[in-house]
């Protein structure tokens, strides 16, 4: 298996892993969006994607990072926001090897931190991250305004 950065000529694949995300997350399937909404931010250069393939060049995962910055720490931080494994692969350790690839951008590009949010519901993805070396923040809420 090989994990590198996700690019234009690797649209397809990943935005049907997207779409399959988002439906995983309870949204309605909307392949062409999915594809639009990633095709910005690789042209954008909004975010980087890393995607694990297999030997035959099949995408397997994915993991999608936003850049953010920290005024108290004057650095960049990572947004690790979106990670996928194809059902039929997970519990193969592809989803610690994005994670790792994750880090390892984060250490490259000179950042304090690479952060995620789950929800409680997430079974699997809340003992997988403590098992990636994420600790969870107990000492702060979260909040969100929403647009309507």
């Not at 049907?16 to 309605?28: E, N, Q």
């Not at 994915?62 to 960049?76: A, E, G, H, I, V």
Request: glycine share 4%; hydrophobic share 45%.
């Amino acid at each position: 298996m090989t994990i590198r950065l996700a690019n234009f000529s690797d649209l397809a694949p990943l935005a049907a892993l997207f779409d399959a995300y988002r439906v995983f997350y309870g949204k309605t399937s909307d392949l062409s969006a999915a594809t639009d909404f990633l095709s910005q931010r690789l042209e954008r250069q909004e975010s980087v994607v890393f995607a694990a393939f297999s030997p035959e060049e099949i995408m397997l995962g994915f993991t999608q990072l936003y850049p953010l910055f920290s005024s108290t720490r004057m650095k960049r931080l990572w947004l690790l926001n979106d990670l996928f494994v194809r059902e039929e692969f997970r519990g193969k350790g592809i989803s610690v090897q994005l994670i790792d690839a994750a880090k390892a951008h984060c250490i490259e590009t000179g950042a304090c931190a690479l952060t995620l949010e789950t929800s409680k519901s997430n079974i699997i993805g809340n003992q997988l991250y403590p098992r990636a070396g994420f600790t969870l923040d107990t000492d702060h809420n979260y909040y969100e305004w929403e647009v309507v």
